[in-house]
């Protein structure tokens, strides 16, 4: 079956550090692969994706690109932000149905 | 804006109730799911639904059943409730079609079981 493992939390950095989460997948096919972030108290948020290989995702200075080659899908930020702390989840999808397999989570804490 | 409501954020149950999770999103996606999220754990897929009427197993089904009886509205059913369903649930719509894919979330009820 699918699955999807990142970096065991929890991470703790200083602000403006370099963030790296790493994430690799096992799937049969071309699933899209997300990450999604979920601050306390709430849902989870789309933060990025790319839907086939070598595809970058992007958004509020986070980076993801798409490895079929390594099964990888490492999350990066160059300078992080107290504001960045959150649970952030790992995930494949088949986009014909929406059906998705996640990781187990990366709690990040980012400390002034 | 995608947005899925669940009915309520915060619930608490008694051992053996039968107990009702209510999802409702606004734009007409086909598709839903309901996940329970667990430290640890991640998400976990208890059951999803294609359309009205029709729903499909996920990984973790013992114990819920679901109902889909209008498009917009997508409900977890605990038969009867039991401790180990304590838990944060989640419900998700997805869009596959008519622009980038992406899986819409609530903002979860966190259930006790006492």
Same mark, same amino acid.
């Given at each position: 079956g699918n699955s999807v493992t990142q970096t065991e939390g929890p991470v703790t950095l200083s602000e403006e550090a370099f963030l790296t989460i790493n994430c690799t997948y096992t799937a049969t096919g071309y699933p899209s692969l997300f990450w999604y972030v979920q601050y306390p108290g709430e849902g989870l948020q789309l933060l990025l994706k790319a839907t086939k290989a070598d595809d970058k995702g992007s958004n509020k200075g986070f980076e993801a690109t798409y490895r079929k080659e390594t099964t990888s899908f490492h999350l990066e930020k160059g300078s992080v932000q107290v504001s960045d702390s959150a649970v952030y989840f790992c995930a494949l999808t088949y986009t014909n149905a929406g059906k998705s397999t996640f990781g187990d989570g990366t709690t990040l804490t980012v400390k002034p | 804006d995608v947005k899925v409501t669940q009915s309520s954020r915060y619930l608490v149950k008694r051992t053996g109730e039968k107990v009702f999770l209510e999802c409702v999103q606004d734009?007409?996606?086909e598709n839903m799911f309901w996940y329970r999220q667990d430290p640890g754990l991640g998400l976990r897929l208890i059951y999803f639904s294609y359309d009205v009427k029709m729903k499909e197993k996920g990984d973790i089904p013992e114990g819920y059943s679901v109902s889909r009886e209008k498009k917009e509205r997508f409900s977890l059913i605990l038969e009867s409730a039991s401790t180990n369903q304590t838990s944060m649930y989640l419900c998700a719509s997805w869009r #596959?079609? #008519? #622009?980038p894919p992406s899986q819409h979330f609530g903002d979860g009820t966190r259930l006790s079981i006492l």
């Open positions: - | 734009m007409d996606h #596959g079609t #008519g #622009g």
